[in-house]
């Protein structure tokens, strides 16, 4: 059973780059079909979608981000990857990453049906 | 982009009670793609509903999801303990996905 678990620096600088990493359990990326998204979660903003990976190459942000994130795979690994620039204390969250299950008409539109248990970023001088 | 609005913010029933919980959106979300997710405390979302109506594999049949257009429903038949907990909506029909801002259902 796919198990997802989130690893990277709990405390960052503001203007710094946050960058997390998701272990994934399985076998996944040995079919070379495989999806994969993150989503953060804080009090002020609630939930909401960072990005999503397709197996192809193709990410999809979210606009409210203003292009600072990068999803990367790295299937040697066994993990996939986000960065985001410029960070400041708005970015405080915990982010999760996920795997889409449900896909909407439209190329990075999805619904989540397993997410790791979250890491918890603080940005703060 | 999509706004989800979510009521009421909060539900407080009794074990055994029945519970609707709404998500409308700002305008009509594209093909019914819509999800509801259940959060307990310290935990990650869980999927219950995607497609509006569509259970996720493993979730118990008191939960149904309904609605279309700009108005959905979660409803849980006759809550249990392990059903306290924050729900949320998201929609997948149109970019941004959005979610909504969650409802709690409490303990009466």
């Known amino acids: 059973q796919l198990q997802l678990q989130e690893s990277g620096p709990g405390l960052i600088k503001p203007s710094e780059t946050l960058s997390l990493t998701c272990s994934v359990s399985?076998?996944?990326?040995?079919?070379?079909?495989?999806?994969w998204g993150w989503i953060r979660q804080s009090p002020g903003k609630g939930l909401e979608w960072i990005g999503t990976l397709y197996y192809n190459g193709r990410t999809f942000y979210n606009p409210s981000l203003n292009s600072r994130a990068t999803i990367s795979v790295d299937t040697s690994r066994n993990h996939f990857s986000l960065r985001l620039n410029s960070v400041t204390a708005a970015d405080t969250a915990v982010y999760y990453c996920a795997r889409p299950k449900w896909f909407g008409d439209f190329p990075g539109l999805t619904a989540f049906d397993v997410w790791g248990q979250g890491a918890m970023v603080t940005v703060s001088s | 982009e999509i706004v989800l609005t979510q009521s009421p913010g909060t539900l407080s029933l009794s074990p055994g009670e029945r519970a609707a919980l709404s998500c409308r959106a700002s305008?009509?979300?594209?093909?019914?793609?819509l999800a509801w997710y259940q959060q307990k405390p310290g935990q990650a979302p869980r999927l219950l509903i995607h497609g509006a109506s569509r259970r996720a594999p493993g979730v118990p049949d008191r939960f149904s999801g309904s609605g279309s257009g700009t108005d959905f429903t979660l409803t849980i038949n006759r809550v249990e303990p392990e059903d306290f907990a924050v729900y949320y909506c998201q929609q997948y029909g149109s970019h941004p996905g959005t979610f909504g801002q969650g409802t709690k259902v409490e303990i009466k």
């Open positions: 399985d076998d996944s990326f040995n079919s070379g079909i495989y999806y």
């Open positions: 305008e009509s979300v594209y093909d019914n793609f």
